[in-house]
């Protein structure tokens, strides 16, 4: 009885995550818009996951966002995950999926580097350290 309550906790905690993550940034603000992006690659190593959320103290709401093509027009839309396969790169891109950050608890500006805590489908979660820099070219 109590090996079969150790085995049923372990088989309900979540698993280690495998997941790496570089490249990663943040777009510096246009002007005085509320709302910048940020960027990075994850690599999974270990079984397929997902990333399903992300925060920072420096911003107000942080959304998985994805843009794409319709009617000949780009068009941006909230994703509620971003789909993680086991042995692949996914990459957050401009143009393509990111993190959207919407509205600022202070200024952000070139220079800084602002922590996000990344959230995974098997309840782990990443700090990641992103340098907000101009946008690239």
């Keep these: 009885m109590i090996l079969g309550?150790?085995?049923?906790?372990?088989?309900?905690?979540?698993?280690?995550?495998?997941?790496?993550?570089?490249?990663?940034?943040?777009?510096?603000?246009i002007g005085k818009q509320p709302m910048t992006a940020g960027f990075l690659t994850l690599h999974n190593s270990g079984a397929d996951s997902?990333?399903?959320?992300a925060s920072c103290d420096a911003i107000k709401d942080l959304e998985?966002?994805?843009?794409?093509?319709?009617?000949?027009?780009?068009r941006m839309t909230m994703v509620e995950r971003i789909?993680?396969?086991?042995?692949?790169?996914?990459?957050?891109h401009p143009g393509g999926l990111h993190l959207m950050m919407i509205g600022f608890t202070r200024p952000i500006k070139e220079g800084d580097v602002l922590v996000v805590r990344l959230r995974f489908a098997d309840g782990s979660t990443a700090?990641?350290?992103?340098p907000v820099r101009k946008r690239e070219a």
Aim: net charge negative; charged share 20%.
């Design 5 to 29: 309550l150790v085995l049923a906790f372990l088989m309900a905690a979540p698993s280690a995550s495998k997941i790496t993550v570089s490249d990663a940034w943040v777009m510096a603000p």
């Design 64 to 74: 998985l966002h994805k843009m794409e093509e319709s009617g000949g027009k780009m």
């Design 127 to 130: 700090d990641v350290k992103m």
């Design 50 to 53: 997902a990333l399903t959320g």
């Design 83 to 92: 789909a993680l396969p086991s042995g692949e790169d996914v990459r957050l």
